[in-house]
Protein backbone atom coordinates (compact mmCIF):
# COMPACT_ATOMS: atom_id res chain seq x y z
CA UNK A 1 0.00 0.00 0.00
CA UNK A 2 1.65 3.56 -0.95
CA UNK A 3 -0.28 5.59 1.89
CA UNK A 4 1.31 8.87 0.06
CA UNK A 5 -1.19 9.19 -2.73
CA UNK A 6 -3.22 6.41 -1.32
CA UNK A 7 -2.92 3.71 -4.61
CA UNK A 8 -4.35 0.53 -3.41
CA UNK A 9 -2.41 -1.18 -6.34
CA UNK A 10 1.00 -3.25 -5.04
CA UNK A 11 2.33 -4.10 -8.25
CA UNK A 12 2.00 -3.96 -11.80
CA UNK A 13 1.42 -6.39 -14.31
CA UNK A 14 3.36 -6.17 -17.43
CA UNK A 15 1.69 -7.54 -20.94
CA UNK A 16 4.92 -7.43 -22.80
CA UNK A 17 5.30 -7.05 -26.42
CA UNK A 18 3.55 -9.87 -27.25
CA UNK A 19 1.59 -13.30 -26.10
CA UNK A 20 2.31 -15.29 -29.13
CA UNK A 21 4.73 -17.68 -27.85
CA UNK A 22 6.34 -18.64 -31.40
CA UNK A 23 7.18 -15.27 -31.72
CA UNK A 24 8.09 -14.32 -28.50
CA UNK A 25 10.90 -16.94 -28.92
CA UNK A 26 12.19 -14.87 -32.08
CA UNK A 27 11.63 -11.51 -30.83
CA UNK A 28 13.83 -12.90 -27.03
CA UNK A 29 16.77 -13.88 -29.59
CA UNK A 30 16.79 -10.72 -31.64
CA UNK A 31 16.23 -8.82 -28.45
CA UNK A 32 19.34 -10.62 -26.83
CA UNK A 33 21.36 -10.31 -29.69
CA UNK A 34 20.50 -6.39 -29.65
CA UNK A 35 20.87 -6.08 -26.13
CA UNK A 36 24.65 -7.73 -26.07
CA UNK A 37 26.00 -5.96 -29.28
CA UNK A 38 24.69 -2.96 -27.47
CA UNK A 39 26.84 -3.52 -24.38
CA UNK A 40 30.01 -4.66 -26.06
CA UNK A 41 29.61 -1.36 -28.73
CA UNK A 42 29.16 0.84 -25.82
CA UNK A 43 31.85 -0.58 -23.21
CA UNK A 44 34.45 -0.57 -26.11
CA UNK A 45 33.66 3.05 -27.11
CA UNK A 46 34.24 3.66 -22.71
CA UNK A 47 37.60 2.09 -22.92
CA UNK A 48 39.03 3.02 -26.39
CA UNK A 49 38.12 6.63 -25.42
CA UNK A 50 39.70 5.87 -21.85
CA UNK A 51 42.97 4.08 -23.16
CA UNK A 52 44.39 6.16 -26.22
CA UNK A 53 45.82 9.39 -25.17
CA UNK A 54 44.84 10.37 -29.31
CA UNK A 55 41.05 10.52 -28.22
CA UNK A 56 41.42 12.51 -24.87
CA UNK A 57 39.50 15.44 -26.65
CA UNK A 58 36.56 17.29 -25.21
CA UNK A 59 34.44 15.62 -28.40
CA UNK A 60 35.43 11.84 -27.04
CA UNK A 61 35.28 13.20 -23.55
CA UNK A 62 31.44 13.51 -24.82
CA UNK A 63 30.95 10.63 -26.47
CA UNK A 64 32.19 8.42 -23.77
CA UNK A 65 29.46 9.65 -21.65
CA UNK A 66 26.80 9.26 -24.52
CA UNK A 67 27.70 5.65 -24.47
CA UNK A 68 27.24 5.31 -20.90
CA UNK A 69 23.92 7.05 -21.08
CA UNK A 70 23.38 4.20 -24.01
CA UNK A 71 24.34 1.50 -21.84
CA UNK A 72 22.41 2.78 -18.89
CA UNK A 73 18.75 3.18 -19.71
CA UNK A 74 19.23 0.55 -22.16
CA UNK A 75 20.13 -1.83 -18.95
CA UNK A 76 17.20 -0.25 -17.20
CA UNK A 77 14.71 -2.10 -19.60
CA UNK A 78 16.44 -4.73 -21.81
CA UNK A 79 17.07 -7.40 -18.86
CA UNK A 80 13.69 -7.09 -17.44
CA UNK A 81 12.13 -7.51 -20.76
CA UNK A 82 14.17 -10.33 -21.94
CA UNK A 83 13.52 -12.16 -18.49
CA UNK A 84 9.61 -11.50 -18.72
CA UNK A 85 9.48 -13.03 -22.22
CA UNK A 86 9.74 -16.86 -20.64
CA UNK A 87 8.40 -15.34 -17.29
CA UNK A 88 4.79 -17.25 -16.45
CA UNK A 89 4.18 -13.87 -13.76
CA UNK A 90 4.79 -10.92 -15.69
CA UNK A 91 4.87 -8.70 -12.39
CA UNK A 92 6.95 -5.57 -10.96
CA UNK A 93 6.16 -3.85 -7.89
CA UNK A 94 4.77 -0.54 -7.45
CA UNK A 95 8.47 0.67 -6.08
CA UNK A 96 9.89 -1.33 -8.70
CA UNK A 97 7.99 0.48 -11.61
CA UNK A 98 8.72 4.06 -10.27
CA UNK A 99 12.18 3.37 -10.03
CA UNK A 100 12.29 1.74 -13.85
CA UNK A 101 10.54 5.02 -14.56
CA UNK A 102 13.29 6.79 -13.09
CA UNK A 103 16.27 6.18 -13.82
CA UNK A 104 14.79 5.54 -17.79
CA UNK A 105 14.34 9.34 -17.82
CA UNK A 106 17.28 10.17 -16.20
CA UNK A 107 19.48 8.59 -19.24
CA UNK A 108 17.48 9.06 -21.53
CA UNK A 109 16.92 13.05 -20.74
CA UNK A 110 21.14 12.81 -20.20
CA UNK A 111 21.07 11.28 -23.79
CA UNK A 112 19.34 14.33 -25.38
CA UNK A 113 21.01 16.92 -23.45
CA UNK A 114 24.99 15.24 -24.12
CA UNK A 115 23.64 15.71 -28.39
CA UNK A 116 23.24 19.30 -27.69
CA UNK A 117 26.75 19.92 -25.80
CA UNK A 118 28.26 17.71 -28.77
CA UNK A 119 26.72 20.33 -31.21
CA UNK A 120 28.16 22.88 -29.50
CA UNK A 121 31.06 21.63 -29.09
CA UNK A 122 31.04 21.41 -32.73
CA UNK A 123 30.13 24.49 -33.13
CA UNK A 124 33.49 25.52 -31.36
CA UNK A 125 35.60 23.58 -33.10
CA UNK A 126 34.51 24.53 -36.75
CA UNK A 127 33.58 27.97 -36.70
CA UNK A 128 36.36 29.25 -33.89
CA UNK A 129 38.55 26.46 -34.51
CA UNK A 130 41.58 28.63 -33.02
CA UNK A 131 39.80 29.41 -29.79
CA UNK A 132 38.74 25.92 -29.37
CA UNK A 133 41.45 24.92 -26.98
CA UNK A 134 40.86 27.74 -24.60
CA UNK A 135 36.66 27.72 -24.97
CA UNK A 136 36.26 23.87 -24.43
CA UNK A 137 39.17 23.61 -21.77
CA UNK A 138 38.81 20.45 -18.85
CA UNK A 139 37.10 22.41 -16.57
CA UNK A 140 34.12 23.68 -18.69
CA UNK A 141 33.83 20.36 -19.86
CA UNK A 142 33.48 19.03 -16.77
CA UNK A 143 31.03 21.50 -15.66
CA UNK A 144 28.87 20.73 -19.07
CA UNK A 145 28.66 17.14 -18.06
CA UNK A 146 27.60 17.68 -14.44
CA UNK A 147 24.79 20.51 -16.22
CA UNK A 148 23.87 17.25 -18.35
CA UNK A 149 23.22 15.32 -15.79
CA UNK A 150 21.78 17.60 -13.32
CA UNK A 151 19.01 18.22 -16.08
CA UNK A 152 18.44 14.71 -16.72
CA UNK A 153 18.23 14.11 -12.77
CA UNK A 154 15.86 17.22 -12.34
CA UNK A 155 13.65 16.20 -15.87
CA UNK A 156 13.22 12.52 -14.94
CA UNK A 157 12.41 13.73 -10.90
CA UNK A 158 9.61 15.93 -12.51
CA UNK A 159 8.22 13.05 -14.80
CA UNK A 160 8.29 10.34 -12.16
CA UNK A 161 6.77 12.52 -9.47
CA UNK A 162 4.08 13.64 -11.72
CA UNK A 163 3.46 9.97 -12.89
CA UNK A 164 3.51 8.44 -9.29
CA UNK A 165 1.56 11.24 -7.13
CA UNK A 166 -1.70 9.58 -9.15
CA UNK A 167 -3.72 6.96 -7.79
CA UNK A 168 -3.44 3.55 -9.00
CA UNK A 169 -6.85 1.49 -7.85
CA UNK A 170 -7.11 -1.29 -10.35
CA UNK A 171 -7.05 -2.45 -12.88
CA UNK A 172 -2.79 -2.95 -12.73
CA UNK A 173 -1.94 -4.55 -15.98
CA UNK A 174 0.17 -2.45 -17.69
CA UNK A 175 0.01 -2.94 -21.91
CA UNK A 176 3.42 -2.19 -22.67
CA UNK A 177 7.05 -3.70 -21.80
CA UNK A 178 8.24 -1.33 -19.50
CA UNK A 179 6.95 0.87 -16.85
CA UNK A 180 6.45 4.16 -19.36
CA UNK A 181 4.35 6.90 -18.72
CA UNK A 182 1.36 6.54 -21.08
CA UNK A 183 0.46 3.50 -20.50
CA UNK A 184 0.90 4.06 -16.54
CA UNK A 185 -1.52 6.98 -17.21
CA UNK A 186 -4.36 4.81 -18.45
CA UNK A 187 -4.06 2.66 -15.48
CA UNK A 188 -5.03 5.94 -13.15
CA UNK A 189 -7.98 6.35 -11.40
CA UNK A 190 -7.35 9.94 -11.00
CA UNK A 191 -7.60 12.93 -13.06
CA UNK A 192 -4.46 13.06 -15.36
CA UNK A 193 -4.96 16.04 -16.58
CA UNK A 194 -2.59 18.41 -14.42
CA UNK A 195 0.18 16.11 -14.53
CA UNK A 196 0.06 15.35 -18.55
CA UNK A 197 0.20 19.25 -18.84
CA UNK A 198 2.95 19.52 -17.06
CA UNK A 199 5.05 16.30 -18.39
CA UNK A 200 3.93 17.72 -21.92
CA UNK A 201 5.60 21.46 -21.20
CA UNK A 202 8.73 19.77 -19.60
CA UNK A 203 9.37 17.79 -22.40
CA UNK A 204 8.49 20.65 -25.12
CA UNK A 205 10.48 23.10 -23.26
CA UNK A 206 13.62 21.46 -22.53
CA UNK A 207 12.82 19.48 -25.75
CA UNK A 208 13.15 22.66 -27.76
CA UNK A 209 16.18 23.89 -25.77
CA UNK A 210 17.92 21.46 -26.86
CA UNK A 211 16.83 20.95 -30.26
CA UNK A 212 17.56 24.88 -30.57
CA UNK A 213 20.85 24.80 -29.35
CA UNK A 214 21.53 21.81 -31.56
CA UNK A 215 20.03 23.38 -34.63
CA UNK A 216 21.58 26.83 -33.70
CA UNK A 217 25.18 25.20 -33.28
CA UNK A 218 24.77 23.57 -37.09
CA UNK A 219 23.08 26.60 -38.83
CA UNK A 220 26.80 28.65 -37.55
CA UNK A 221 28.54 25.40 -38.77
CA UNK A 222 26.66 25.05 -41.85
CA UNK A 223 27.46 28.79 -42.91
CA UNK A 224 31.22 28.54 -41.66
CA UNK A 225 31.45 25.67 -44.00
CA UNK A 226 30.26 27.03 -47.16
CA UNK A 227 32.73 29.95 -46.54
CA UNK A 228 35.52 27.16 -47.05
CA UNK A 229 36.99 27.32 -50.30
CA UNK A 230 38.71 23.96 -50.75
CA UNK A 231 35.94 21.57 -52.01
CA UNK A 232 38.43 18.95 -49.27
CA UNK A 233 38.62 21.72 -46.53
CA UNK A 234 34.42 21.66 -46.59
CA UNK A 235 34.49 17.49 -46.88
CA UNK A 236 36.61 17.22 -43.42
CA UNK A 237 34.93 19.85 -41.90
CA UNK A 238 31.50 18.35 -42.77
CA UNK A 239 32.86 14.40 -41.88
CA UNK A 240 33.22 15.65 -38.44
CA UNK A 241 29.61 16.79 -38.17
CA UNK A 242 28.11 13.58 -39.56
CA UNK A 243 28.12 10.98 -37.11
CA UNK A 244 26.93 13.13 -34.80
CA UNK A 245 23.50 14.34 -37.09
CA UNK A 246 23.04 10.88 -37.51
CA UNK A 247 22.35 10.56 -33.87
CA UNK A 248 20.04 13.73 -33.69
CA UNK A 249 17.90 12.56 -36.17
CA UNK A 250 17.44 8.96 -34.69
CA UNK A 251 16.92 10.37 -31.20
CA UNK A 252 15.15 13.13 -31.41
CA UNK A 253 12.90 12.05 -34.28
CA UNK A 254 11.99 8.95 -32.18
CA UNK A 255 11.13 10.89 -28.73
CA UNK A 256 9.38 13.86 -30.60
CA UNK A 257 7.03 11.22 -31.81
CA UNK A 258 6.45 9.31 -28.44
CA UNK A 259 5.94 12.01 -26.71
CA UNK A 260 4.80 14.88 -28.25
CA UNK A 261 1.77 13.30 -30.21
CA UNK A 262 -1.76 14.79 -29.94
CA UNK A 263 -3.60 11.88 -27.33
CA UNK A 264 -6.08 11.49 -30.13
CA UNK A 265 -3.48 9.47 -32.33
CA UNK A 266 -1.98 7.52 -29.38
CA UNK A 267 -1.83 3.36 -30.25
CA UNK A 268 -0.25 1.14 -28.05
CA UNK A 269 1.14 -1.09 -31.00
CA UNK A 270 2.58 1.95 -32.41
CA UNK A 271 3.91 2.87 -29.32
CA UNK A 272 5.43 -0.79 -28.64
CA UNK A 273 7.41 -0.12 -31.93
CA UNK A 274 8.62 2.85 -31.53
CA UNK A 275 9.49 2.28 -27.88
CA UNK A 276 11.63 -1.20 -29.00
CA UNK A 277 13.56 1.35 -31.48
CA UNK A 278 13.99 3.94 -28.80
CA UNK A 279 15.07 1.37 -26.13
CA UNK A 280 16.70 -1.06 -27.78
CA UNK A 281 17.98 -0.28 -31.35
CA UNK A 282 19.24 3.47 -30.52
CA UNK A 283 21.74 2.67 -28.01
CA UNK A 284 22.97 0.03 -30.42
CA UNK A 285 22.84 2.46 -33.60
CA UNK A 286 25.09 5.24 -31.64
CA UNK A 287 28.59 3.62 -30.89
CA UNK A 288 28.17 1.22 -34.43
CA UNK A 289 27.84 4.82 -35.91
CA UNK A 290 30.66 6.99 -34.44
CA UNK A 291 32.83 4.05 -35.41
CA UNK A 292 31.64 3.42 -38.61
CA UNK A 293 31.53 7.17 -39.63
CA UNK A 294 34.58 8.57 -37.71
CA UNK A 295 38.12 7.73 -39.04
CA UNK A 296 39.74 9.19 -36.45
CA UNK A 297 38.57 6.62 -34.00
CA UNK A 298 39.27 3.55 -36.23
CA UNK A 299 42.87 4.72 -37.07
CA UNK A 300 43.51 5.12 -33.00
CA UNK A 301 41.79 1.73 -32.28
CA UNK A 302 44.22 0.34 -35.17
CA UNK A 303 47.29 2.01 -33.99
CA UNK A 304 46.52 0.83 -30.45
CA UNK A 305 46.65 -3.13 -31.98
CA UNK A 306 49.72 -2.50 -34.27
CA UNK A 307 51.45 -0.78 -30.63
CA UNK A 308 50.58 -4.17 -28.38
CA UNK A 309 53.82 -6.22 -27.73
CA UNK A 310 52.81 -9.92 -28.58
CA UNK A 311 56.27 -11.44 -27.75
CA UNK A 312 55.97 -9.72 -24.56
CA UNK A 313 52.75 -10.50 -23.69
CA UNK A 314 52.85 -14.17 -24.36
CA UNK A 315 55.91 -14.07 -21.96
CA UNK A 316 53.98 -12.63 -19.58
CA UNK A 317 50.89 -15.20 -19.63
CA UNK A 318 53.91 -18.24 -19.78
CA UNK A 319 55.62 -16.63 -16.63
CA UNK A 320 51.95 -16.91 -15.05
CA UNK A 321 51.29 -20.33 -15.61
CA UNK A 322 54.38 -21.05 -14.71
CA UNK A 323 54.06 -19.15 -11.22
CA UNK A 324 50.53 -20.80 -10.73
CA UNK A 325 51.59 -24.10 -11.36
CA UNK A 326 55.37 -24.95 -11.06
CA UNK A 327 54.86 -28.60 -11.62
CA UNK A 328 52.33 -29.08 -14.76
CA UNK A 329 52.28 -26.14 -17.18
CA UNK A 330 49.96 -26.56 -20.20
CA UNK A 331 51.07 -23.28 -21.33
CA UNK A 332 54.67 -24.67 -22.38
CA UNK A 333 52.83 -26.77 -25.14
CA UNK A 334 51.30 -23.89 -26.56
CA UNK A 335 54.84 -21.99 -26.59
CA UNK A 336 56.41 -24.51 -28.40
Do not use: W
Amino acid sequence: MIHGNQSTVREFIIMGITTDPKLQQVLFILFLLIYFITVVANTTIMLIILMINDLHSPMYFFLSNLSFSDLCYSTVVAPKMLYDFFSEKKTISFIGCALQLYFFAVFASTEGYMLSAMAYDRYVAICHPLLYVLIMNRRRCVVIVIFVYFGGICTSGIHTSCTFILKFCGPNVINHFYCDIPPLMELSCSDTYISKTIIFGVVLSLGLFSVIVTLASYVYIFFTILSIHSSEGRHKAFSTCSSHLSCVALFYGTVFFMYLRPASNYSITQNKVVSVFYTMVIPMLNPIIYCLRNREVTEAFHVKLIQIDLPALNHNLLSLCLTLSPTFNPCAHSNT
